[in-house]
């Protein structure tokens, strides 16, 4: 069953007087706990897609449902409510709030919510304890390594147990050993936590963790490939 | 509460630049609560004394004409008029120039009466009245000069020929008058030459009933209207607002300098808060995208920036308070201020003025901040 549904999505974005097309009628379903990757070179839309994916932006034509629900139509705060039940967002910088430890940050998503202090604690520690740093909680983001904060990332984008994470270049700002370890995780959740994953990359080797590979060039698909055997970490 | 965390976390993000912001609010609100805190004391000078019921009658053409002592038993004749007395302002210094308070010839038979509102030892009235050179003196006075009962005084002429030699009889109280000296009338008429005999500047009238003060004030005036002194009569509280406006428009111009503080602070502050929301813009895409609703954002950082104002606010008023318990200003300004303090009313007003300007200079930023989307954040490399 198709979690996501994509029909004939147009995204312009104006840019003074300019309109730049970015996506061209992109249609495409995306299957409940897949791992999806979108490739192509810059400008090709990709994260545009993505985005969409996750809500933060709204297509120029065409319709986005998620869980059989027509996302595109929503209003900004009911797509905030949304965002929030729904998605799990991942960034190449992680973009953590550096005022806030790791446990704190990871508890942001749920301060939405109506869970009690106590129950917010068991969540934050199970999504800390998944990503393998349950000793790091206290520490701040300056005093963690690139890789340590991308799995902090991860653990704010899984503890609301979303339907969807999405991620933009998760290992587009770490070494070959952390990106290894960033890949293996998510291939983790997917695999034994059945989230369905949908990631931009640049990195082939990327790709190969993901189950499935579209190709994007100047905003249309041009390639949709199955990986039949999965890299490993 | 929940969110108080994020707040704080945020308040001290730049520990440096953020104490910086509060230190120069809080000296901005010191001198917005000094400033202020002056006004009050201006106002509540002139709604000093029991104001509705006592109606001064001073001439028509200025302060300085005086009155002939005849006019105080026809004004006395006048229907709804409790009493009379006569009030002579002496203008005398003590010792030096800088010593300078008010001080008065007062009809010493008559003050109970009139001045019922200054509260004295019945001991202490009935030995003033009966020492010709008697006077009684505020507390303020006692306190700055160390004076107490049977000293010896002498003042120094400024306005009438002579030197009032006088010895203390009493001590007196009030709410808001705490530094003036009172002798006796009949001391004064016999000091000065003969020409400036039996002339005083003012008598103070008490009614039987406020309401008729309207038309007591025009029965006096119109009975002197074409006389060799016109009478102009006035409530208390008038009275004291023109004397207060002979020192120029003060309370205007005190007035402005309050307002142009607070419009400084609220300046600074939105450079502060502008930088410190720009610094965040990627965050707050991140928040925007993990689902909290754009007015939340807003009421997280504006809370923040009032939170921030405020604090500065209360250090300032705070500040200002402790400052003013120990240093006497009364002395320090040679009893310009006398009873000055940071007044609980000027206090809350300063401080709801801090909160209003968080949100005032913090305003425009948050808007900003969080109306830019989320795509346009997380793509701003700050």
Same mark, same amino acid.
């Given at each position: 069953?198709?979690l996501?549904?994509?029909?004939?999505?147009?995204?312009?974005y104006?840019?003074?007087?300019?309109?730049?097309?970015?996506?061209?009628?992109?249609?495409?379903?995306?299957?409940?706990?897949?791992?999806?990757?979108?490739?192509?070179?810059?400008?090709?839309?990709?994260?545009?897609?993505?985005n969409?994916?996750?809500?933060?932006?709204?297509?120029?034509?065409g319709t986005?449902?998620?869980?059989?629900?027509e996302?595109?139509?929503?209003?900004?705060?009911?797509?905030a409510?949304?965002?929030?039940?729904?998605?799990?967002?991942?960034?190449?910088?992680?973009?953590?709030?550096?005022?806030?430890?790791?446990?704190?940050?990871?508890?942001?998503?749920?301060?939405?919510?109506k869970?009690?202090?106590k129950?917010?604690?068991?969540?934050?520690?199970?999504?800390?304890r998944?990503?393998g740093l349950?000793?790091?909680?206290?520490?701040?983001?300056?005093?963690?390594?690139?890789?340590?904060?991308?799995r902090?990332?991860?653990?704010?984008?899984?503890?609301?147990?979303?339907?969807?994470?999405?991620?933009?270049?998760?290992?587009?700002?770490?070494?070959?050993?952390?990106?290894?370890?960033t890949?293996?995780l998510?291939?983790?959740?997917?695999t034994?936590?059945?989230?369905?994953?949908?990631?931009?990359?640049?990195?082939p080797?990327?790709?190969?963790?993901?189950?499935?590979?579209?190709?994007?060039?100047?905003?249309?698909?041009?390639?949709?490939?199955?990986?039949g055997?999965?890299?490993?970490? | $509460?929940k969110?108080?965390?994020?707040?704080?976390?945020?308040?001290?993000?730049?520990?440096?630049?953020?104490? $910086?912001?509060?230190a120069?609010?809080a000296?901005?609100?010191?001198?917005v609560?000094?400033?202020?805190?002056?006004?009050?004391?201006?106002?509540?000078?002139?709604?000093?004394?029991?104001?509705?019921?006592?109606l001064?009658?001073?001439?028509?053409?200025?302060?300085?004409?005086?009155?002939?002592?005849?006019?105080e038993?026809?004004?006395?004749?006048?229907?709804?008029?409790?009493?009379?007395?006569?009030?002579?302002?002496?203008g005398?210094?003590?010792?030096e120039?800088k010593n300078?308070?008010?001080?008065?010839?007062?009809?010493?038979?008559? $003050?109970?009466?009139?001045f019922?509102d200054?509260?004295?030892?019945?001991?202490?009235?009935?030995?003033?009245?009966?020492?010709?050179q008697?006077?009684?003196?505020?507390t303020?006075?006692?306190?700055?000069?160390?004076?107490?009962?049977?000293?010896?005084?002498?003042?120094?002429?400024?306005?009438?020929?002579?030197?009032?030699?006088?010895?203390?009889?009493?001590?007196?109280?009030?709410?808001?008058?705490?530094?003036?000296?009172?002798?006796?009338?009949s001391?004064?008429?016999?000091?000065?030459?003969?020409? $400036?005999?039996?002339?005083?500047?003012?008598?103070?009238?008490?009614?039987?009933?406020p309401?008729?003060?309207?038309?007591i004030?025009?029965?006096?005036?119109?009975?002197?209207k074409?006389?060799?002194?016109?009478?102009e009569?006035?409530?208390?509280?008038?009275f004291?607002?023109?004397?207060?406006?002979?020192?120029?428009?003060?309370?205007?111009?005190f007035?402005?300098?309050?307002?142009?503080?607070?419009?400084?602070?609220i300046?600074?502050?939105?450079?502060?808060?502008?930088?410190?929301?720009?610094?965040?813009v990627?965050?707050?895409?991140?928040?925007?995208?993990?689902?909290?609703?754009?007015?939340?954002?807003?009421?997280?950082?504006l809370?923040?920036?009032?939170?921030?104002t405020?604090?500065?606010?209360?250090?300032?008023?705070?500040?200002?308070?402790?400052?003013?318990?120990?240093?006497?200003?009364g002395?320090?300004?040679q009893?310009f201020l006398?009873?000055?303090q940071?007044?609980?009313?000027?206090?809350?007003?300063?401080?709801?003025?801090?909160?209003?300007?968080?949100?005032?200079?913090?305003?425009?930023?948050?808007?900003?901040?969080?109306?830019m989307?989320?795509?346009?954040?997380?793509?701003?490399?700050?």
């Amino acid at each position: 069953m198709a979690l996501v549904e994509v029909k004939e999505v147009h995204k312009v974005y104006k840019r003074d007087s300019f309109e730049v097309p970015v996506l061209n009628g992109i249609s495409l379903s995306v299957g409940e706990g897949d791992f999806l990757a979108l490739m192509g070179p810059s400008g090709s839309g990709k994260t545009t897609l993505l985005n969409l994916i996750a809500g933060i932006d709204r297509p120029t034509r065409g319709t986005i449902a998620v869980d059989g629900r027509e996302i595109s139509n929503f209003s900004e705060t009911a797509l905030a409510g949304w965002r929030a039940r729904h998605i799990g967002f991942i960034f190449q910088m992680y973009n953590l709030i550096p005022v806030l430890n790791a446990f704190e940050n990871v508890e942001l998503p749920l301060l939405l919510t109506k869970l009690s202090k106590k129950e917010r604690r068991e969540h934050v520690e199970t999504a800390l304890r998944i990503v393998g740093l349950a000793d790091r909680m206290k520490h701040y983001p300056r005093q963690l390594s690139g890789g340590q904060e991308q799995r902090v990332a991860i653990a704010r984008a899984i503890v609301t147990d979303p339907s969807i994470l999405v991620a933009d270049e998760p290992t587009g700002d770490l070494d070959a050993k952390n990106a290894a370890e960033t890949l293996d995780l998510l291939q983790h959740l997917n695999t034994d936590f059945k989230k369905t994953i949908v990631m931009v990359t640049h990195d082939p080797k990327a790709a190969g963790f993901a189950r499935r590979t579209l190709h994007l060039e100047k905003g249309q698909i041009i390639e949709d490939t199955a990986n039949g055997a999965r890299a490993q970490a | $509460m929940k969110y108080f965390k994020l707040i704080r976390r945020n308040l001290f993000r730049n520990r440096l630049r953020s104490m $910086m912001t509060l230190a120069l609010i809080a000296v901005i609100f010191f001198f917005v609560a000094t400033l202020l805190s002056i006004l009050e004391l201006f106002n509540r000078f002139e709604d000093q004394g029991q104001g509705t019921n006592r109606l001064v009658v001073q001439s028509s053409i200025s302060l300085a004409n005086p009155l002939p002592y005849a006019y105080e038993q026809k004004i006395r004749e006048v229907p709804g008029v409790a009493d009379v007395c006569k009030l002579q302002w002496i203008g005398a210094y003590y010792k030096e120039k800088k010593n300078f308070f008010a001080n008065f010839a007062v009809d010493q038979d008559r $003050m109970e009466s009139v001045f019922a509102d200054y509260r004295i030892d019945p001991k202490q009235m009935a030995d003033f009245k009966a020492d010709r050179q008697g006077c009684i003196v505020g507390t303020d006075l006692v306190k700055r000069y160390g004076w107490k009962i049977g000293d010896r005084i002498t003042l120094k002429r400024q306005i009438f020929p002579y030197d009032p030699e006088l010895t203390i009889r009493g001590i007196y109280e009030h709410p808001v008058n705490t530094a003036a000296l009172y002798y006796h009338m009949s001391y004064h008429n016999e000091a000065i030459p003969p020409m $400036m005999k039996d002339h005083v500047n003012t008598f103070w009238l008490s009614v039987k009933d406020p309401s008729k003060n309207a038309a007591i004030s025009q029965q006096i005036d119109a009975m002197f209207k074409n006389s060799e002194f016109p009478t102009e009569t006035v409530t208390e509280k008038q009275f004291q607002a023109s004397f207060m406006a002979m020192m120029g428009n003060i309370k205007l111009l005190f007035g402005s300098i309050s307002t142009c503080a607070v419009f400084m602070v609220i300046l600074l502050a939105a450079i502060t808060m502008s930088m410190s929301a720009r610094e965040r813009v990627t965050e707050i895409a991140v928040l925007k995208a993990i689902g909290f609703e754009k007015g939340l954002v807003m009421t997280l950082m504006l809370t923040e920036f009032s939170l921030l104002t405020f604090a500065g606010g209360a250090l300032g008023v705070l500040g200002a308070k402790l400052i003013y318990m120990v240093v006497p200003m009364g002395k320090v300004t040679q009893g310009f201020l006398v009873g000055f303090q940071i007044f609980p009313m000027t206090a809350l007003l300063a401080l709801g003025s801090s909160i209003l300007v968080g949100l005032i200079a913090g305003g425009l930023p948050a808007i900003n901040a969080t109306k830019m989307s989320v795509v346009d954040g997380l793509r701003r490399v700050v």
